[in-house]
């Protein structure tokens, strides 16, 4: 779950395209595209208010859930942010050698599932871990609270890196300029002029990764520290009567609704205008001293996120293969892997375009907002309730749809389509209305206009729309666990179960693959961010 | 290009609902199996190999296979309940059919269900595992389990069905009030949590925890990896649910198309080839005469196990789950 | 011009500074003194803004500046801007949008100077009660006003200003040039403007420095820079300008504008400006005219000489001309430089 499009927007310039005619078939493929991904929640909790909630769902219990999980979500957000904008920060505002490696570096351990993040601590950590073999210090493994947070922060960080990023550039360098020379000292300018304007990129960096550790499935369930994800799960699957585990689902639902609301709420009501960047802004010179100190910062930061899961992961491959362990065929999984992971992108670019396109439109502002609070809303849903809800609802009422892979492709792009619907959105965004006036004044018809001038320019946030998703269907797994029909293994699944059997040859094989897997997408997402 | 994406929509979904298959009688035969892949995949591949019927398994937790199959209801596609404990397999014993008197009579009568709706496969007793290194006296019976001695140093899997099938025992045995505190008891040393039983048997291997209530054949799978030098099984003497027999098993689902297959799967489970890879390969106890148990394992019958109607585990199930959750264990 | 060092506010010599392969600046010189307001002048890129930015410490150059006698830069000296005493006002005016105006003008002051400085400077610049707004609920030219009482708050030696009229409408400009000058020439204040337009640096400053290619090349009043331009770059840059190529000999250059006197010998260049050159029918006609613009109060007439060369001639609303006519044309004043080989 990835958020780079979602840089608070400075002031909604541009939405002056123009409707035309034939606007109700894009309001009416909205429709269709949204209101089946809303039905599944809605049914669920009005299934727990006529059912009752289970006998075995206690008040207390509740209440320490909420507690563990929001204790976690704290503590994760303010280290995830301070590492990402960390990070940030040395990648755009200092001089530092090899800046735009660094910067992609900072970014890729997005391709690394929160579940793999557990298992490189423990793997790393522990009797016969990475570090004591190569150190020869054990390190006793930080299962419950510690370990969660740890593995969550590291790994969400990239998050707020690629949020707080464009953040940063959207600061007028003149007010900083005008900062110093009415007097003020670095220190006063970075935190009367900068962090301030800074403010809403870091709130909408927080919340979204608030918002993923409070979905997060496995780093929690691996790490053993009791939140309402994995509260839900052992309900679910440790119980006859599933009725606590729908409404646990519920209760979470409604939490991670309530903090998307208010990062919505948070984001319209920034818009400080960025003023015109006519200078290129002055990088900040590092001292031989304090280059090394960056240089060590990032490296070490690059060490734990990239070189240690992947030192875990080939540890715990060779070890076993030498030691005579199967890995057993992956081609199968792969394939699968791949399969929905491309299915669910193309369905979602597909159902995102409608979406995207009423979201800009000016008329009927007040219908698009709607809109696109649904997006966000249906995204927001962790996917383990959301997958308790769509399982309940299939039973019910779409019999033929249960277990197959087409309600799972499905249930994907409802759970990610907000990816690609704002990268789309932001391509529409930046191309000029004008140029679609100017085809409609040549005699080409609205389709017409569409194939050979929207769609083109809209090229770009197509492919990271796609990419996003892709990478996003790849890493999944708790909707997976449930939703999927019999026999179907993705590389997540394989490497869920095969850690829950113990089998950890096969599950790092497994790991190293989905890696593999993923880098593709992951280098045409950052490319993008590249780009002046 | 814009009737294209619709187009291309459509072939996706049409593609991919060809992959939809909803109980025809050509398909695979559907095995919701509450065993784990690795201990059982090997053994339905033998399966395949000998009889052409191709096999669709969906591993997961028994009583979360369970609850699927109650929610399922009558449409559910599976054909065969493949279950780690008899509480899992009771809870659903409505939906199943009563088994060919062939099958049943191979079975000793108090490893199978009162009426017939399903069949001890293997024999799997409770065990507690241990540290050769500890140095606290070993328990005697369950309650010396919760003995302040252990406190802190104990690691269980309260969610797994094999132990939520041993508190239903331990309520047929006792009761729920003397249940509860015990698993209160527990609570208070707090045990770790471990998601099934294989990682409490590493855990206790590597002295990461002092001992933990199991299954007796993890360590000795452990052991044919090459681990496993530091730990040991105990068959708990009081004779108490500490070392409580239960069988694996496996129904066929009433409502399944494909009877004959499912027949087929089961009396190959029984089948002295299946009998001697759950001795030899999974370490645990045969139930069908003429097999003998793996070396080192005593006789079934050498095991003071408790006197349970193992048919009645599923009446109490959700108790178990209750007061499991009330003590303060999950 | 006296050149008593106490009263120069400020001493660049010698400033030079690349970017890649493109010299910013080269052997740039400038003197201001105190209380004046002088103008740097001259086309985009020809590192106007670069010496203002190395003048305010925001980049270093090779080359010496004092500040008020004080070394900020040179001699292995380099004094960081907010140390400089330099005010500054950018072209995008750069207040900061989370606050106040009031608090983007106290910004610079030393605390305790605080609301009564903030009132007095606000006075100053006609913006009095509206302390409490934001920045971006006012319209462009009271930003400006913030920011240049932002500038001017802490009393600094020198307010630089980064082509202050650029980001106003054009209606707009003239009334807050006045104003602006009214308001440096009321506060005392020493300040440095710079802008490539051409009309306003002639009409606001006492002194303009003009600038091309790193340089200054020509430092004086407007009068004398418009009428009295060092080299025909500046006479072209600054008003119209047409320029004719004769030979200079025994004391004259002979055009067919007329005859002009100048010590050159060998090529030279004669430039004349329109307001210079005069047309009139029925003599001896020496050029067709070619072009006519109306302008109301008055005309620009462009006539070919044979030859091919053109000349504008600016003259009243009568009598008008045709394309095609036959006239003659000659000027009334010149000047001659040496022909660049």
Not at chain 1, 375 to 393: E, K, R
Not at chain 3, 87 to 101: E, I, K, T
Not at chain 3, 108 to 137: A, F, S, W
Request: one cysteine or more.
């Amino acid at each position: 779950m990835t958020a780079g499009p979602l840089v608070a927007p400075v002031g909604e310039e541009a939405s002056s395209r123009r409707t035309y005619r034939s606007g109700w078939v894009w309001w009416a493929a909205t429709a269709v595209v949204l209101l089946p991904a809303l039905i599944p929640p809605i049914s669920l909790a009005w299934q727990v208010i006529t059912n009752g909630t289970g006998s075995s769902v206690r008040f207390a219990r509740l209440v320490e859930l909420f507690a563990g999980t929001l204790a976690l979500t704290g503590a994760v957000t303010l280290t995830a942010l301070a590492i990402g904008t960390a990070t940030a920060w040395l990648t755009t505002r200092t001089d530092l050698p090899g800046r735009r490696i660094w910067m992609i570096v900072a970014a890729l351990p997005l391709v690394i599932p929160s579940y793999m993040a557990a298992l490189t601590i423990i793997g790393a950590t522990g009797p016969d871990g990475l570090i004591e073999t190569v150190f020869g210090v054990r390190i006793p493994t930080p299962y419950g609270f510690s370990g969660a947070w740890l593995a969550l922060s590291v790994f969400l960080a990239p998050m707020a890196h690629l949020i707080v990023t464009p953040g940063l550039r959207a600061i007028d360098p003149a007010t900083e300029e005008a900062a110093t020379g009415l007097g003020a000292g670095r220190l006063r300018v970075f935190f009367t002029v900068t962090l301030p304007q800074l403010r809403p990129a870091l709130v909408s960096a927080g919340l979204m990764v608030g918002l993923y550790t409070v979905s997060d499935f496995g780093a929690v369930s691996l790490l053993r520290f009791d939140t309402f994800t994995r509260a839900i799960f052992t309900l679910y699957a440790g119980q006859i009567d599933r009725r606590p585990a729908a409404t646990l689902s519920v209760v979470l639902m409604a939490l991670a609704l309530l903090i998307l609301l208010i990062e919505r709420r948070t984001r319209t009501r920034a818009g400080y205008r960025a003023g015109s960047t006519k200078h290129r802004r002055q990088l900040l010179r590092l001292g031989t001293g304090q280059r090394a100190v960056a240089l060590g910062l990032l490296g070490s930061y690059a060490a734990l996120a990239l070189a240690l899961p992947m030192g875990v992961l080939l540890l715990w491959l060779t070890r076993g293969l030498v030691a005579g362990n199967e890995i057993g065929s992956l081609w199968e999984e792969v394939g699968r892997s791949v399969g929905v992971s491309v299915g669910a992108a193309v369905v979602a670019v597909a159902a995102s375009m409608p979406v995207a396109m009423v979201t800009t439109w000016r008329r009927r502002r007040y219908l698009s907002e709607l809109v696109e609070t649904s997006v966000w809303s249906i995204y927001s849903l962790p996917h383990i309730a959301v997958g308790v809800a769509v399982i309940a609802f299939a039973l019910r009422f779409a019999r033929p749809l249960y277990q197959t892979v087409t309600l799972l492709v499905l249930v994907y792009v409802g759970m990610f389509m907000a990816q690609s619907a704002s990268t789309i959105q932001d391509s529409l965004r930046r191309t000029n209305p004008d140029l679609e006036d100017a085809s409609r004044g040549l005699g080409r018809s609205a389709l017409q206009t569409l194939a050979r001038v929207t769609l083109p320019l809209t090229q770009p946030g197509i492919l990271a729309g796609a990419a996003l998703v892709f990478l996003s269907v790849m890493k999944e797994l708790p909707a997976t666990l449930l939703l999927r029909p019999n026999g179907f293994e993705t590389l997540a699944i394989r490497i869920w179960s095969s850690t829950g059997e113990g089998f950890y040859t096969r599950a790092s094989a497994a790991g190293l693959a989905l890696l593999a897997v993923s880098i593709v997408p992951l280098l045409v997402m950052t490319h993008r961010d590249l780009s002046p | 290009m814009k009737r294209s994406i619709p187009t291309l929509v459509a072939c996706v979904l049409v593609v991919a609902a060809c992959g939809t298959g909803s109980g025809d009688a050509e398909g695979p035969l559907v095995i919701y199996s509450g065993r784990s892949e690795e201990l059982v995949q090997p053994l339905i591949d033998q399966f395949t190999a000998e009889t052409d019927i191709v096999v669709d398994v969906r591993y997961a937790d028994s009583t979360e296979l369970a609850a699927t199959l109650l929610q399922e209801g009558e449409s559910t596609d599976a054909d065969v309940f493949f279950a780690q404990d008899p509480a899992s397999l009771g809870s659903v014993a409505s939906m199943m059919g009563q088994l060919d008197s062939s099958i049943l009579d191979k079975v000793d009568a108090r490893f199978a269900d009162g009426d017939g709706r399903w069949v001890g496969t293997s024999g799997r007793v409770r065990t507690f595992i241990y540290n050769t290194d500890t140095a606290n006296a070993l328990p005697q019976s369950i309650d010396d389990v919760v003995d302040p001695a252990w406190s802190g140093q104990l690691g269980i899997a309260p969610t797994n069905g094999s132990f939520l099938a041993f508190v239903s025992a331990m309520i047929l045995e006792r009761g729920e009030a003397e249940t509860l505190e015990w698993l209160k008891a527990l609570a208070a040393s707090e045990p770790q949590d471990f998601s099934g039983n294989s990682p409490i048997v590493a855990a206790a291997d590597t002295g990461e925890i002092q001992g933990g209530l199991v299954n007796h054949y993890y360590l000795l799978r452990l052991r044919a990896e090459g681990g496993g030098q530091n730990a040991e099984n105990l068959f708990i003497p009081g004779g108490d649910v500490g070392s409580l027999v239960m069988p694996a098993g496996a129904g066929i689902l009433a409502g399944s198309d494909k009877q004959d297959a499912a027949q087929q799967f089961v009396e190959f489970l029984l089948s002295t080839s299946a009998q001697e890879y759950f001795a030899n390969e999974t370490f645990e106890f045969p139930l069908v005469e003429g097999v003998d148990p793996a070396e080192g394992l005593p006789n079934l019958d050498e095991i003071n196990a408790p006197d349970i109607d193992l048919s009645q585990l599923a009446d109490v199930l959700d108790d178990a789950t209750r007061l499991v959750s009330e003590a303060g264990l999950v | 011009m006296t050149s008593a060092p106490d009263r120069l506010t400020i001493r660049a010599r010698g400033l030079t500074k690349t970017y890649g392969d493109i010299l910013a600046l080269n052997e740039f010189n400038l003197d201001v003194w105190e209380g004046s307001l002088l103008t740097l002048l001259g086309p985009s890129g020809c590192g106007k803004t670069t010496a203002l930015r190395v003048i305010a410490g925001f980049e270093s150059a090779a080359g010496t500046v004092d500040i008020r006698g004080r070394r900020v830069l040179g001699d292995g000296v380099f004094v960081p801007p907010e140390q400089r005493r330099v005010g500054m006002v950018f072209q995008d005016y750069a207040l900061f949008p989370h606050m106040s105006v009031a608090r983007n003008v106290g910004y610079g002051l030393k605390r305790g100077v605080d609301q009564k400085r903030i009132d007095e400077v606000l006075e100053l610049v006609g913006l009095t009660g509206l302390g409490e707004r934001m920045p971006n609920e006012l319209s462009g030219g009271q930003q400006q006003r913030v920011a240049l009482a932002r500038a001017m708050a802490p009393a600094p030696d020198v307010v630089l200003l980064d082509e202050p009229f650029s980001n106003l409408d054009a209606n707009l400009r003239d009334r807050v040039r006045r104003e602006l000058k009214l308001i440096l020439t009321e506060a005392r204040t020493t300040a440095v403007l710079v802008t490539h337009d051409q009309e306003e640096a002639l009409a606001t400053s006492d002194l303009v420095a003009v600038m091309y290619q790193g340089h200054v090349v020509q430092f004086d009043s407007p009068a004398a820079l418009y009428t009295r331009p060092a080299d025909p770059w500046v006479a072209e840059f600054l008003g119209d300008a047409d320029v004719l190529a004769a030979t200079g000999h025994r004391g004259y250059a002979d055009t067919m504008l007329g005859r002009f006197k100048t010590d050159l010998r060998g090529p030279v260049v004669v430039v004349v400006r329109p307001e210079d050159v005069q047309l009139s029918m029925g003599e001896a006609p020496n050029a067709v005219v070619a072009n006519t613009e109306f302008f109301g109060h008055d005309q620009l007439v462009t006539v070919a000489l044979p030859g091919g060369t053109r000349v504008r001639s600016r003259i009243g609303p009568r009598p008008s001309y045709s394309p095609g006519d036959n006239v003659r044309v000659r000027a009334i004043h010149a000047r001659v430089f040496p022909a660049r080989s």
